[in-house]
């Protein structure tokens, strides 16, 4: 099927669901907690939202039947796919550090492989976020891993982002396409990152190849439309800002370092139905240097809203950063932080946001995530396509914002 043709099924299903209420776009887009023209832009077909959780919203909120989510979920995914695929011919890099490149045809999955102990690294450091032991509500409790097999599965609310197919074929489609987007996408890991060896204490060995595949999105931007680059060049030699899906090869284009901070959307997804746990997330910071010279420029197009999702926050500045995790809210309904452990299945995946900021440095950084499955553990290294994720103070530079078609010296 043609790029077109997903993204305009999708955009039809949505305009369906529409067309049921009496609400107009302003109506709906109020409710939702977004712009009426970003809600139009969806139905209409020019753009396909990065996360789902607005579309389930507008889902819920039009009276969907679970049948007719999951098809949207799954047409959602397509409309993904191929407004990736559409844009994936040279596969840009993300990051202006140009010694490294991603190797075609390389698997996105995770490989294990026993190598020295990475916090030797000049300049590491290296802290787990802890798992919360205190006693958590049954609805966000890990499920028993040992539990036999066939016995029904805890319900899960929505915003732990986990899908479970309703029929065989569903499924089935869905991993499909999560296989194409890791394999088209320009923002997916495109390679099969090595695996650093455990911190904890001594347990079964680790094998290979682990039971867990991830993709890493780098160019996410605070609330789908606001985030800063820092761009050496002056504002008539920067064309107008992209919108978020585009925001990768705009920024390969333009040498950008992400400015103050930098939002990694994480997929991770079981291999097999078998149930792997993730016990806890680190953060290493291999380099640090002045903030990068340059102008910082603005992406912001009109964001507000009342959807805040949940994540994890580092603090690059910290000597020994920490992912923390934190709660969201969605129109005041708080979101529950998430709480490690946490399990994962091919049937069960699990989306990751990760926010890292700095003010006093150029900080070169990637992650660490610890799984164990069956008596056998690992860890897996997640980075920016096989280079560590850059951010970059943007204190006391020149900030530009995008408006009546040139860029405006922010006063703010």
Known sequence: MSTYDDVAEFAALLTRLKGRTDRSYGSLARRLGMNTSTLHRYCSGDTVPLDFAPVERFAALCGASPEERVELHRRWILAVAARQRARTPAGPETSAEPETSVEPGRSV??????EPDRSAEAGTSAEACTP????APAEHA???VSAPAGRPAARRPWYRHRRIAVTTAVAG???ATLGTLGSLSALSTDRSPSEAPSTRSPSPAKVSPAPITWTANSQAWSLGCGHDYV???APDQVPPPPTAQDAAP????????????????ISVQG??????????LRVRVVGRSDPAEGTAYSMDQGCGGSITPRYFSVDLDKDRPIARSAPGSDAGTP??????PYRVSAQDPEVLLVTARTVTCDCRWYLELDWSSQGRTGTVRIDDAGRPFRTSGIKGLPRYWYSTREWVLRTD
């Open 109 to 114: 999955e995770a490989e294990t492989s026993v």
């Open 132 to 135: 919360d032991t205190g006693d």
């Open 142 to 144: 890990v499920p028993d």
């Open 173 to 175: 489609t869905l991993l």
């Open 231 to 233: 761009i050496a060049k």
């Open 250 to 265: 705009w920024a390969a284009s333009q040498h950008a370092v992400h400015g103050g901070d930098t939002n990694v959307e």
């Open 271 to 280: 291999r097999t139905s078998t149930a792997v746990v993730l016990e806890a």
């Open 335 to 340: 979101i529950p932080a998430v709480r490690f």
